[in-house]
């Protein structure tokens, strides 16, 4: 998963860029980076790490002149945690600066990469990513637009993609819808971005999605749709609605709010727990369908954990005896709350079991008189390979475990999950139109090869610049 945000047509843009970066900093928090160009040249400053920090000293958004920029904020899918591997890429196209911003992951990229350096490429990354590139190069057409369209006809995969080019920025989509992606103005401005949340810190309107398919650019003449790539069939990652974006957001043309709620109120209809006296939530991912769980099941709300908002990367390596410090650090209870009650506890998803095993032996410690676990979506067990970053399946404790052993394993007195028809009639559109991968195990596009997330890493150490 990564956040990307596109500004056209503003003296501010880079700044803009910036403030669409800090709205989406859930979507990657590894780094970040902003391209600029300014009609001359372009300008980049990119950083590991969180974009405060990126952008910490004032001078670095002066030195990003220009009235278009792209800037992306990094969750790795494909390819190591190292500087060069932080979008926006840039590269020359014979003498022409191209910068893209890739929210997705590509597949099947093996065959294609090791083709393409048998012919003389020379990759600088080891992202997915920079193949597009490589095909935009060896691509005829007369503007960038139209060789990045030929070479997205050539690729697999999840792409909301951004390309800064001198022609203006172009938006595009892969024929699922995978990720979201969404366009807005500000005045004169055109705005695009992953999530509305975005638009509305910088005060933009939405307008529309960028639609499956669509390769889109944007310059003074407007917003243009240069090609369709064909077969558009949405297959929107429905992970979305139950984790990733905001609950402010709205993708996909719905309210992530009221979709979560939904999960919500379907998971207190398929499994409920008469007699908890309390719902909790596990702040901030499940509080939304924490709600719509009270709402239908008319269990007191309250709130027994604590999150600390300040807590960064975990500086405490995971020697046993620490490891309960990571949630302890980033969580504590309300003791008051949770004493002598029969507690529900809800969550948006369990993946390796890790979070929420500690968090029950938190909450042991306040207390309570029973601990049930409800989980507002399926049991995760497949690999995905259209952006998120979930582990092998060998880590998946639904992948591995019963749900008996879950709950053992947790040490709980009930678990229970929501089901995949539970999830999908939560959902505002037909059951076909989402991805449902990592749940069901039906991927959408036959995958050739199961992508690792160091599949480019040279088997020989890299040079070492510094
Ligand atoms: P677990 O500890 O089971 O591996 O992870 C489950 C927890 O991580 C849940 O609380 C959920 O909100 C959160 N989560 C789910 N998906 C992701 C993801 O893709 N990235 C991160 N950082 N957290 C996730
Ligand atoms: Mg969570």
Not at 331 to 353: H, M, P, W, Y
Request: glycine fraction near 10%; charged fraction near 25%.
């Amino acid at each position: 998963m990564c956040g990307i945000i596109g500004i056209y047509g503003n003296p501010e843009a880079a700044t803009l860029v910036y403030l669409g970066l800090y709205a989406q900093q859930h979507r990657g928090q590894e780094g970040a980076g902003i391209v600029s160009y300014d009609g001359e040249q372009v300008h980049r400053h990119m950083g590991q790490g969180l974009v405060a920090d990126v952008y910490s000293d004032p001078g670095t958004l002066q030195a990003l002149p220009g009235s278009l920029a792209i800037g992306h904020t990094r969750y790795s899918t494909t390819g190591g945690l190292d500087a060069k591997n932080i979008g926006p890429l840039l590269f020359n196209v014979e003498e022409t600066p191209v910068s893209v911003a890739h929210n997705g992951n590509l597949v099947n990229l093996g065959a294609m990469r090791r083709q393409l350096q048998k012919e003389g490429a020379i990759f600088q990354t080891t992202t997915d990513t920079e193949i597009i590139v490589h095909l935009m190069a060896r691509a005829s057409g007369e503007r960038m637009a139209d060789r990045l369209s030929a070479a997205l006809e050539q690729v697999e995969g999840a792409f909301s993609l951004l390309v800064l080019t001198h022609e203006g920025i172009i938006a595009a989509r892969d024929p699922y819808g995978w990720r979201p992606f969404v366009l807005g103005r500000l005045g004169d401005t055109w705005v695009a971005a992953s999530e509305t949340c975005a638009l509305d810190l910088i005060g933009a309107k939405e307008l529309r999605d960028v639609e499956p398919g669509e390769v889109l650019l944007i310059n003074d003449d407007g917003l243009q749709t240069v090609h369709r790539l064909p077969e558009q069939r949405p297959k929107h990652c429905i992970f979305e609605y139950i984790y990733f974006s905001r609950p402010d957001s709205r993708i996909y043309g719905a309210n992530v709010d009221k979709l979560r709620r939904k999960l919500g109120k379907t998971l207190a209809e398929e499994a409920p727990t008469p007699t908890a006296d309390i719902v909790i939530s596990v702040p901030d991912s499940s509080n939304t369908a924490t709600v719509g769980y009270a709402s239908r099941s008319g269990i007191k709300h309250e709130i027994g954990l604590i999150r600390n908002h300040y807590v960064g990367r975990s500086f405490i390596r995971p020697e046993q005896e620490l490891r309960d410090l990571t949630v302890k650090l980033k969580f504590n209870t309300v003791k008051g709350v949770l004493a002598g009650r029969e507690v529900v506890i809800i969550d948006d998803s369990i993946v390796r079991g890790t979070t929420m095993r500690n968090l029950v032996r938190l909450l042991r410690e306040a207390g309570p008189k029973k601990v049930h676990v409800r989980i507002s979506s399926s049991p995760i067990r497949h690999h995905c390979q259209f952006g998120l970053d979930f582990p092998t399946e060998e880590e998946l404790i639904a992948n591995q475990r019963t749900k008996d052993q879950i709950e053992a394993y947790l040490g709980v007195d009930s678990l229970m999950y929501l089901s995949l028809e539970g999830m999908l009639t939560s959902m505002d559109q037909p059951p076909d139109h989402f991805c449902t991968a990592c749940f069901s195990g039906e991927y959408p596009i036959t995958l050739n090869e199961v992508g690792r997330k160091d599949a480019f890493e040279p088997s020989k150490p890299e040079f070492d610049d510094h």
